[in-house]
Nanobody, 117 residues
Framework: QARLVESGGGLVQAGGTLRLSCAAS????????MGWYRQAPGKQRELVAS???????NYADSVKGRFTISRDNAKNTVYLQMNSLEPEDTAVYFC???????????WGQGTQVTISS
């Protein structure tokens, strides 16, 4: 059974940094595409960043240059380094995994990120 567990969320001031982690189990991590999504109150869930099994990355325009997605296949973990945080980044951040970016089948439970102005 696939399981994704996010951690690292919290409350920080604008301009600060956070690093989110997503630990995966029950899947062949190195063969999976991974993605970070977020959902702010009253808004639709949106893709923040993704990485293929081969390591190619993609970012939402709103986070380019500020966020970095990376993966450690030895630890079955994907990270989201978030710098220069803005109040608009406040959301619940979710990790997803799947055999391809078009088939991210599995979800984590989410971690809250709150940025104060």
């Amino acid at each position: 059974q696939a399981r994704l567990v996010e951690s690292g969320g919290g409350l920080v001031q604008a301009g600060g940094t956070l690093r989110l982690s997503c630990a995966a189990s029950g899947i062949i991590f190195s063969s999976n595409a991974m993605g970070w999504y977020r959902q702010a109150p009253g808004k639709q869930r949106e893709l923040v960043a993704s990485t293929t099994a081969g390591g190619s990355t993609n970012y939402a325009d709103s986070v380019k240059g500020r966020f970095t997605i990376s993966r450690d296949n030895a630890k079955n973990t994907v990270y989201l380094q978030m710098n220069s945080l803005e109040p608009e980044d406040t959301a619940v951040y979710f990790c997803r995994a799947g055999p391809s970016l078009a088939r991210l089948l599995y979800w984590g439970q989410g971690t809250q990120v709150t940025i104060s102005s």
